[in-house]
Nanobody, 118 residues
Framework: QVQLVESGGGLVQPGGSLRLSCAAS????????MGWYRQAPGKQRELVAA???????NYADSVKVRFTISRDNTKNTVVPQMNSLQPEGTAVYYC????????????WGQGSQVTVSS
């Protein structure tokens, strides 16, 4: 099994930046894709960005220019650098691990609240 532990999150002003971090442990060899999803109040969970072990990425259109995902395969971490955050970015952000960068895997982190507000 794989365990994911998230850190980061919090309150940021509109136009500001924030980094989250997720560290994986356990059966690491079963993981190809690591990424982040988010769920805003009253909405479905959606992809933010994901990255394969080989470096292929998949971004939501809404964040493509502003967010950058990076991954360290030696430390089994994945970090989204989120710039120019807007109020619609307020959500609970979840780390995810699985096989595909286009479909969420079965392992989730505990969730990190990100609030974009002045």
């Amino acid at each position: 099994q794989v365990q994911l532990v998230e850190s980061g999150g919090g309150l940021v002003q509109p136009g500001g930046s924030l980094r989250l971090s997720c560290a994986a442990s356990g059966s690491i060899r079963s993981i190809n894709a690591m990424g982040w999803y988010r769920q805003a109040p009253g909405k479905q969970r959606e992809l933010v960005a994901a990255m394969s072990r080989g470096g292929m990425t998949n971004y939501a259109d809404s964040v493509k220019v502003r967010f950058t995902i990076s991954r360290d395969n030696t430390k089994n971490t994945v970090v989204p650098q989120m710039n120019s955050l807007q109020p619609e970015g307020t959500a609970v952000y979840y780390c995810n691990a699985g096989w595909s960068i286009t479909t969420a895997g079965g392992t989730w982190g505990q969730g990190s609240q990100v609030t974009v507000s002045s």
